[in-house]
């Protein structure tokens, strides 16, 4: 209906147009004539002629203009008669002619949109139940990971109690066997009738190695430099070498060492614990009688450099194994074997390094291993030999 509408204003148009196209050129025309016929009247004779034949000239163009104007809008209307009384009336026909889905077809086709949505619905369906079930998979697996986890977490705190006891166990085992040496000399001097003083000196001594234990036991509470460990320091470090030379000529594995101690001056100032330096030199001794099978040669010296004082602990036994000297300060790291924690270095080093100090080692040219322990000076000794040596 819309299209016939629009085709009936189309044809209007046009003949309207052509209409006015028409009354134009009847106007231009009366015009030429009238024009002519006053040029005849106003300029009679030859030149009256030349311009009544340009005028008739004029008229000729404007009339065949007019005639083509007039002729195209009259094929633009019998174009537009055509498509209104042949294409039109011949594309509704055509359109009739194409087949119409019958009510049955739409409602096979409904049909098959419906089974075509419930396939998809039951595609979703079990993907949801594949996802769900993909999920109570990953939970079950997060679940073992916790459980796993949590056991590997308990390992480790096992593991780490575990490594504290050895350490205990180790740091205690010189001075419990001072302990028990001293109690057993106490005893055989108590059967023999020995002198009081005697008797005396093994009951300083198991005294002095039970509050060892004690202080180690302690430390285990205290963070950093323990307090426990501060009433002794700072020390006199050819003082406390004096005393391990003494402990080892008791202690079990050192009874048959050869021990010499030099020292240069009768006073060397450490700002550390007696304690902990003693832990450590006894400590340095203990491995060179392992080292040389309790039969070897032990030499300490101790010097002063600078602002630091500086022990060293030399065996002449089999010297440092091959590779870097660094690795015998590790954790678990023994040149004993199964008879060795590889701890006692590790500790050494680790309270060396708690007061500003050092402890390395290296092989000798001569022979066996070195051990260095270098401490600092207390701060009053430390100005005075800064100004010494300034």
């Given at each position: ?15 309207v147009a052509v209409l006015l196209a028409a009354g134009s050129l009847g106007s231009l025309l009366l015009r030429q004539l009238a024009d002519v016929a006053g040029q005849q009247l106003v300029n009679p004779g030859q030149n009256a002629d030349a311009a009544l ?338």
């Amino acid at each position: 209906m819309w299209a016939r509408r629009r085709g009936f204003s189309a044809l209007l148009w046009t003949l309207v147009a052509v209409l006015l196209a028409a009354g134009s050129l009847g106007s231009l025309l009366l015009r030429q004539l009238a024009d002519v016929a006053g040029q005849q009247l106003v300029n009679p004779g030859q030149n009256a002629d030349a311009a009544l034949h340009g005028q008739w000239v004029g008229a000729e163009v404007a009339l065949w203009l007019g005639l083509t104007a007039i002729g195209a809008l009259g094929l633009a209307l019998g174009l537009a008669l055509l498509r209104l009384g042949l294409v039109g009336p011949l594309e509704r026909l055509a359109r009739l002619a194409q087949p119409h889905p019958s009510p049955a077809d739409s409602a096979n086709e409904l049909l098959r949109i419906e089974d075509v949505l419930q396939s998809l619905r039951r595609d979703l369906g079990r993907d949801q139940a594949d996802l769900h079930a993909q999920l109570g998979a990953a939970q079950a697996l997060r679940d073992v990971a916790e459980q796993a986890v949590s056991h590997l977490q308990q390992a480790d705190r096992l593991a780490l109690v575990g490594r504290v006891a050895v350490g205990v166990a180790h740091e205690v085992g010189n001075p419990l066997a001072v302990l028990v040496a001293s109690l057993d000399m106490l005893r055989q001097y108590e059967q023999d009738g020995a002198p009081v003083d005697d008797r005396m000196r093994c009951v300083e001594r198991a005294e002095q190695a039970a509050q060892r234990i004690h202080t180690i036991l302690a430390d285990l509470s205290e963070p950093g430099l323990h307090q426990t460990r501060q009433k002794d320091r700072p020390c006199d470090l050819a003082a406390v070498a004096l005393r391990v030379v003494q402990l080892a000529e008791i202690h079990p594995r050192c009874k048959q060492l050869q021990l010499t101690l030099a020292a240069g001056e009768s006073s060397h100032p450490a700002d550390a614990s007696a304690s902990h330096v003693e832990q450590i030199l006894l400590n340095l001794v203990v491995n060179a009688a392992d080292a040389t099978a309790g039969l070897g040669h032990v030499h300490l010296s101790i010097t002063q450099e600078d602002t630091q004082q500086v022990i060293a602990v030399a065996d002449d036994g089999p010297g440092l194994p091959a590779g870097d000297p660094e690795r015998l300060f590790e954790p678990f790291v023994s040149t004993k074997g199964q008879a060795g924690w590889g701890l006692g270095l590790a500790v050494s080093r680790r309270i060396a390094q708690g007061y500003g100090g050092t402890l390395t080692a290296q092989s000798p040219p001569a022979g066996g291993a070195e051990f260095t322990l270098r401490l600092p000076m207390p701060s009053a000794q430390r100005r005075r030999s800064r100004i010494q040596h300034a």
